[in-house]
Structure formats: structure tokens, C-alpha cells
């Protein structure tokens, strides 16, 4: 039997994200992919916004990404631009890159932190028990784990298996997304119908034509060649002479979202707990998130650092965050309807974010920057995201983040000396010195901390206000008991 502390079911970006955090917390962590290859048919998803750009930054790997994808610096709700320049964060924009790519780039860093992958093999069924699940694979093998995470799509068979519902609503669209060859030039560029369908045709990965078609009814299987070429024949009264696909693929507007992230020794995480229309791209990113959240948590509860109730914080934070994201995909999809009274109501909004304050706080909420964890009340800071700031060290000048490039919790305190060594054994502790304003995208500038207490995933579990009130609580019940001499 192969046994493994972790096993995750699924080798697309959340899972890969997952392997990755966890292998950095130095757990024996395994992953089961159906594929053969690590690389992607098609191009998929488009790329992922600002805050997931940073999370790959905090593991130093943002300019992997960034090297290969385009820049902009704007967020897209319903057909509405909106400039996100001003925000602040060393990364004031999205990045376009095709998911085949963001792949390719995880894959290679999974390999190097010395993940396993079995590959082409996937989970047929599970048992747990209170100290392990029990895995039976596609080619009759066995695998035991601590916790599987199921990390396998909107069809997801860890979901399924451990019978967690997955409340929402189905499908009233759907689109046919293609890469494929063509024999004339296609017609460059978005359109609408009668139906309020969108159409786009853009160059893909490779040169390829990438073709994304609206359907008047929804469907669920992936689509033909033949269904393709009537589609554009229908919209553009030609097909363009389109040929050899690279792929054909279905997506929809169905809109999803697991009542639980958690049964016992079993976790959901990207697609698995949550799926809506690909609107506004954020559903690569949202995943990838799931997992920085997940990732040292469960590391901490398989080392033995935290009990197991260190796991209900998972489902209690990323949960309502992606919530948020299924409500607004579900309005951008309302407000694509052709109808007069859709019209009206899409104008007004326009107008609503043209107010600067609506502009920051949809942008916020679409680029992940204002994700806002209810930890407790106090400092604005406390479940935030950490600003990336240029502090001075004793080493010198360093950037927050990088301190977080092994993906352990940092301590950094900006006043008189605070003792935390109980816990050395598992957070860096610093003193640092800051002179800039604290500002937080959507907020603005905030009172300037004495210490902040940064959790692996970069979100502040407690804030320092001259004093040290709360923070052995917030150390023990984040990061353990302390060592005893």
C-alpha cells in the first residue's frame, strides 16, 4: 500500500498550489492526476488578479508569471473598465497569461520542491476512519493518507464520495470555448446577439484561433467540431473554414458552492467547493487562495503543532470569500441580458462605479486585495493582507514578503522588544523599522502598528498597539502551545 500524509486528488493550479505548501512545511504530500502530462490541452482560464500575483511573490515565484503573461491594470465588472493604478500594492494590476502556461510554471516548481505525482490515475473511491482514509485508484492500487483534499474539479469525486452537498443553481447558459485552426481570417474582436450572448474571437496560445461562443440553451457536453462551425455560421454567417482543433470545451454559468469545505479527514478546495461563471476571471485565483489558506493548517494539524479544530477555520474564512465571488459572477451574468429593462439597470450601475468609491471597493473585492478574514474586532489590520513593505532589518533593507518565501508565519516588531520565544521553533521573529504610511487597498491609511503577527498565507492574525494585550492568546491559538524548556 502507498501511504502519504497528504494525497491530493487533482494536479490543476489549486491542487499544485496545495502539493507546493505543503511540501514547503516539509509534509509528505502526494498528488493522483487523471492526466498523462503535466501539459495543458487548450488555454483555458486567462490569467488571475493582483492578490494572487502577490501570494506567488510571497513564495518568490511572481516573476515566473509575470515573464511570461501581460499587465494591465484594470478589473472588468460586467463590460465596465475600472483603474486600479492607485492601489496599494507593488502589484496595482491583473495578469494575462493562458492557464496551459500558469500550469507549466507550477508544475516545474512542484518538481523541484520534490513533489509526487502519479499521473494518470485517478481516485475511484475512499474510506476514512479517525486516523486515516483509506484510497482505492484507477489501476486496482491502494493509498492510505492522513487527509485527502480533493482538489478535482466542479465534477469533483472526492465530493461526491463523502456526500457533501453542492447547493446552488444550474446552468441557464453556456459557452463553447475552442483553439483551433483556420482556413480564412476570423472576424477579431466581441459581439452581441439578440440573446445577449457574447461573442469573442482573439488570438490563443500559440497562434492558434480562441473562440469563445454563447449558446442560446445550455449544454453540457464538450462540443464538435460540427457544433462550433454552425455556431459561427449562425453569428458570423461563416465558420471562417475552422479545422484541427487543439480543443473543444463546454462551460457554463451553474453556480455552486459546497455547504461544507470539510468532512472529518476529508477537504475541498478550489472547483471541488466552488464553481460560477468564468466572468471576471477569478476562479483560478480564488482556488489557488483556497489553498495558501489550507496549506499550512493542515501542515500544523499533521505535525501535531495544532489540533484538528485549526482545520474549522478553513471552512469559516474561505467560504464566505468565495460566497462573495459566486454573487457577484451570478450579477455580472444578469447584467449581460439584451432586454430593455436589463439595459436600464446595467447603465445605472455603470454609474454607480463610476463613483471612486465603488471603483475601490469592486476592485478590492475582484483583485482578492480586500479579502477580510473576521479574526476579531480592533486594528483595521488584523485579518487583512499584510502590506508588502520596504522595512530596515538588521540585515538591512528587506521586503515583508520575502520573508514569507518559506511560507513559515513572521513576527515583526517595530517597538520595544517583545519575547515570543516559546515559539521560535516554528515563527521568525524580527525587529524592523518602517517609516511610510500603512495603507490597505479600499480602506486608505491606518494607524502605524507596534507589531504585527503575519500568518503564513499573509494575513495578520494580530496587531500590536504599544502593547502586547492578546497576542500569547493569538500565538497559541494560531500557531500552537508554547515549547516548554
Known amino acids: 500500500m502507498i501511504e502519504h500524509d497528504v494525497i ?45 500575483i502577490e501570494v506567488f511573490d510571497m513564495r518568490g515565484i511572481a516573476d515566473r508569471f509575470l515573464n511570461e503573461g501581460q499587465t494591465a491594470q484594470i478589473v472588468r465588472f460586467n463590460f465596465v473598465l475600472l483603474d486600479m493604478s492607485d492601489f496599494p500594492t507593488r502589484h496595482p494590476y491583473g495578469l ?29 473511491s475512499f474510506t476514512q476512519n479517525d486516523d486515516s482514509v483509506d484510497i ?36 441557464t447558459t453556456s459557452w463553447i470555448l475552442a483553439e483551433v485552426e483556420t482556413r480564412d481570417e476570423p472576424a477579431w474582436g466581441m459581439r452581441q446577439d439578440a440573446y445577449g450572448s ?23 457536453d464538450d462540443p464538435s467540431l460540427a457544433e462550433l462551425s454552425k455556431a459561427l455560421v449562425d453569428i458570423y454567417g461563416t465558420d471562417f473554414g475552422v479545422h484541427d482543433p487543439v480543443s473543444l470545451s463546454r462551460f457554463n454559468d451553474m453556480t455552486r458552492q459546497a455547504v461544507s469545505y470539510r468532512d472529518r479527514r476529508v477537504l475541498l478546495a478550489g472547483d471541488a467547493a466552488h464553481i460560477h461563471p468564468p466572468i471576471g476571471g477569478q476562479g483560478l485565483g480564488i482556488g489557488v487562495q483556497d489553498s495558501v489558506n489550507l496549506g499550512w493548517k493542515l501542515a500544523q494539524v499533521i505535525k501535531g503543532t495544532s489540533s484538528e479544530t485549526l482545520l474549522d477555520t478553513y471552512h469559516s474564512e474561505r467560504h464566505p470569500v468565495a460566497a462573495r465571488v459566486l454573487k457577484n459572477t451570478m450579477a455580472q451574468s444578469a447584467l449581460r441580458r439584451t432586454d430593455d429593462h436589463t439595459k436600464a439597470l446595467a447603465e ?43 522595512i530596515v532589518t538588521a540585515e538591512g533593507q528587506a521586503r515583508v514578503f520575502t520573508l514569507l518565501h518559506d511560507a513559515r508565519p513572521v513576527f515583526i516588531n517595530f517597538g520595544e522588544p517583545i519575547d515570543i520565544s516559546p515559539w521560535n521553533d516554528r515563527i521568525v521573529s524580527i525587529h524592523a523599522t518602517y517609516d511610510g504610511a500603512w495603507e490597505l487597498p ?16 499573509g494575513y495578520v492574525a494580530w496587531v500590536g498597539e504599544g502593547n502586547q494585550a492578546g497576542l500569547v492568546e493569538a500565538l497559541t491559538a494560531w500557531f500552537g502551545e508554547p515549547a516548554r524548556s
Open 442 to 457: 479600499e480602506i486608505g491609511v491606518v494607524a502605524s502598528p507596534s507589531a504585527v503577527l503575519i500568518r503564513p498565507d
Open 8 to 52: 491530493i486528488a487533482g494536479g490543476g493550479p489549486t491542487g499544485m498550489m496545495l502539493a507546493a505548501e505543503l511540501a514547503l512545511a516539509d509534509v509528505d504530500v502526494a498528488i493522483v492526476e487523471r492526466r498523462t502530462s503535466p501539459d495543458l490541452v487548450g488555454s483555458r482560464a486567462g490569467g488571475f488578479h493582483s492578490r494572487t
Open 348 to 390: 445605472y450601475v455603470a454609474g454607480f462605479l463610476a463613483s471612486d468609491d465603488t471603483r475601490k471597493r469592486v476592485v478590492a473585492e475582484m483583485s482578492g486585495l480586500g479579502v477580510h478574514y473576521n479574526l476579531d474586532d480592533g486594528h483595521p489590520l488584523l485579518g487583512r493582507r499584510m502590506p508588502d513593505l520596504d
Open 96 to 124: 494575462a497569461l493562458f492557464q496551459n502556461r500558469i500550469e507549466r510554471i507550477l508544475a516545474d516548481w512542484i518538481a523541484e520542491l520534490g513533489v509526487t505525482v502519479y499521473r494518470g490515475l485517478e481516485l475511484t
Open 198 to 220: 457574447q461573442h469573442a474571437i482573439a488570438k490563443g496560445d500559440g497562434g492558434h484561433a480562441r473562440i469563445v461562443l454563447s449558446e442560446r440553451e445550455p449544454k453540457y
Open 136 to 171: 482505492d485508484a484507477s489501476d486496482e492500487s491502494s493509498m492510505r493518507a492522513k487527509y485527502l483534499v480533493g482538489c478535482d474539479g466542479a465534477r469533483s469525486t472526492v465530493r461526491k464520495i463523502a456526500g457533501i452537498e453542492f447547493a446552488g443553481s444550474d446552468a
